[in-house]
């Protein structure tokens, strides 16, 4: 073993680890200090992982290192159970990474909190997993041809496809919040990580030194983004109203009056004036939330035939109170503060029933309209 090998997969190991507690630390304080935030769903208990599975993957990392340091001491980095074991722990750490985007807000939404996809992109890792270790065994002499390692194509594919759900939610989520610099650094970030388990595959590009210099500064970059991410996470949750504090009385038709006091909004009078299917549609989650039981209390969005064509009329609904308020930059609310995603694409009011008050003459109508008939049996205290 080289110094230079010595040296990367040492300094990959230490590097990784401190990665990793440094995220677990962050992710155990988080949890307790915003657990009424974290786990607002009682009846599931449901908690953010994702930063969880963050530190997990990076933790992965320290046992590739440890493998990769075994290979090159006792003199077996060149036998096929080796490079196996490199592109299994790359797919454990790549399932790692997945599970993690499940909590990401700003993940492609056919995984963003989407069991079912979840679940059949967790069976196609461990199908990848299997053909990582057969192949070497099934092709033999034949798993190295034209400068291509084929029993690594499984770990290769896998890993772009993780890169671009990477670099999509790791972009949306830090322009949202304001950070357009970091958003391109985390972008040349995963590209580089990626660029990196080339030579895993082409072998004939393996430039020892190129490759271990593009792995550290990849893998320390991705660590400083995620300390990154972290902190903004944090900033967001401290700013995030809990369910408790907010109240909302539907006084009139398109007239509601809401508080907030942690966005300074006290008794807040919003006229919805000719924008009624905003006002028709936050009426629906508070009338649900107050009545429905467990089954009732969320709103399916965005396929054929629900009540709400598209996420879009959430966000109307707060960019229509936002500027009645005319609050300062820091107290706008966001979609979150008003609104929970459950997943699967179902979503409900965040406020406690307690807190939500409907003018009984108001509801009455609201449940005697031709297009509200299905509200009648969840008004079942009434």
């Known amino acids: 073993m080289t110094d230079v090998t010595k ?8 590097i990784s680890f401190t990665g990793a507690l440094l995220l677990l ?30 530190s997990l993957a990076m933790l992965v990392w320290v046992l590739s290192g440890c493998w990769a340091y075994l ?28 599970l993690a985007l499940f909590y990401s807000d700003y993940a492609p939404g056919f995984i963003y909190k989407n ?28 798993n190295e041809a034209d400068g291509l390692r084929i029993s690594a194509l499984p770990d290769f594919i896998l890993s772009g496809f993780l890169a671009f759900l990477l670099i999509v ?34 072998y004939r590009l393996n430039d020892e030194f190129t490759k271990n210099l593009i792995k550290i500064i990849a893998k320390t970059s991705f660590i400083a983004t995620t300390l990154v991410l972290t902190t903004s996470w944090v900033i967001e949750l401290a700013n995030t109203p809990k369910p408790g504090e907010m109240r909302i009385k539907f006084m009139d038709w398109s007239l509601v009056k809401l ?9 807040c009078a919003i006229e919805f004036g000719s924008k009624t299917t905003q006002y028709k549609n936050l009426l629906k989650f508070a009338v649900r939330r107050k009545y429905g039981g467990e089954a009732d209390q969320s709103i399916l969005i965005g396929t054929a035939g629900d009540e709400i064509k598209n996420q879009s009329y959430l966000s109307r609904i707060i960019d229509n109170i936002n500027e009645i308020i005319q609050s300062g930059e820091d107290q706008k609310l966001e979609r979150k503060d008003l609104f929970t995603f459950i997943g699967q694409g179902r979503y409900r009011l965040r406020m406690i029933p307690e807190n939500i008050t409907i003018d009984e003459t108001l509801l009455k109508e609201f449940i005697n309209s031709p297009d509200n008939q299905d509200y009648k049996h969840i008004c079942n205290k009434l």
């Open 25 to 54: 630390a962050i992710w155990y304080n988080i949890s307790k200090r915003f657990k009424l935030i974290l786990q607002e769903d009682d009846s599931k208990k449901r908690v953010d992982k994702g930063l969880l599975y963050l």
């Open 115 to 142: 069991k079912k996809n979840v679940f059949k992109i967790i069976l196609v890792v461990m199908i990848m997993s299997a053909l990582t270790l057969l192949l070497p065994t099934l092709l033999g002499e034949q």
């Open 169 to 202: 939610s790791f972009y949306r989520t830090f322009v949202y919040r304001g950070l357009k610099i970091v958003a391109v650094i985390s972008t040349i970030v995963i590209v580089l990580i990626f660029i990196s388990i080339v030579p895993d595959v082409f």
């Open 71 to 98: 290979g090159n001491l006792f003199l077996f980095s060149e036998r096929p159970y080796y490079a196996a074991g490199i592109s299994l722990f790359s797919i454990i750490n790549d399932l790692f990474l997945l």
């Open 7 to 14: 040296f990367y997969i040492l300094a990959h190991i230490f």
């Open 259 to 267: 508080t907030i006091p942690s966005k300074g909004i006290v008794e």
